[in-house]
Each structure stands twice: as structure tokens, then as C-alpha cells.
């Protein structure tokens, strides 16, 4: 199984960008499709973005279409998160989680391993 690291997370203004990575520990990185997540102030878990497993297939949530991209880079074990466009409503925890399958799914139960999060603050 993977252990999963989130960085790059911090305080920028409106209209800013972030670059977040999720590294993973342990074998078979590739295996595995990935995740972002948010959790915002008194709000559910929701659904970022989600990368297949090589990286062939990308989905976004609405919220952030056109201004986030994941990628990733089995060479390096690395998931990223490019951020663009922030907006205050962006600000929350992010979370990278990795799903035993080869799509992955806009749901927090596929996945069955999760970072510590990081937060990312928008100020406006």
C-alpha cells in the first residue's frame, strides 16, 4: 500500500495561484488511480479532481473546471494539483487520496488511502 504526503499549501490572494504534490511511499504507485478533495469550514469532504492511473483520463468537479489541472508523474511517485484563478471560496484542506482501481470515482469511499491534508487559504 501507498502512504501519501500533500505540500505546497498556503496563504494567497484572490485571483493567486498554488501548486500542491502529494508524494507516495511503497511500491506500485501506478496502480493506483488519485484524488483531490477538499474540506472547507463546516462543510462535507467534496470532490476536486481525479487522475486514471497513467495518467490518460483527467475529471474536475464543476467549481473548478478550467482552473485546476492534475497531473502526475509515475517516475516520481508524484500527484499534482496546479491551482489557478484562486478564489476565496477555494480556501478549505486538500487532501490526496489513492483508489485501487484504474478510474478512481468522484466518491470518498473509493479510495482507500488518504494524506494529512493541506491547507490552502484564499484571501480576497
Known amino acids: 500500500q501507498v502512504q501519501l504526503e500533500e505540500s505546497g499549501g498556503g496563504l494567497v490572494q484572490a485571483g493567486g495561484s498554488l501548486r500542491l504534490s502529494c508524494a507516495a511511499s511503497g511500491r506500485s504507485f501506478s496502480s493506483y488511480a488519485m484524488g483531490w478533495f477538499r474540506q472547507g469550514p463546516r462543510k462535507e469532504r467534496e470532490f476536486v479532481a481525479r487522475?486514471?492511473?497513467?495518467?490518460?483520463?483527467?475529471d474536475y468537479a464543476d467549481p473548478v473546471k478550467g482552473r485546476f489541472t492534475i497531473s502526475r508523474d509515475n517516475a516520481k511517485n508524484t500527484v499534482y494539483l496546479q491551482m489557478n484563478s484562486l478564489k476565496p471560496d477555494d480556501t478549505a484542506v486538500y487532501y490526496c487520496?489513492?483508489?485501487?482501481?484504474?478510474?478512481?470515482?468522484?466518491?470518498?469511499?473509493?479510495?482507500?488511502?488518504w494524506g494529512q491534508g493541506t491547507q490552502v487559504t484564499v484571501s480576497s
Open positions: 487522475i486514471t492511473r497513467y495518467g490518460g483520463t483527467t
Open positions: 487520496a489513492a483508489a485501487p482501481t484504474p478510474y478512481g470515482s468522484r466518491q470518498t469511499s473509493s479510495y482507500e488511502r
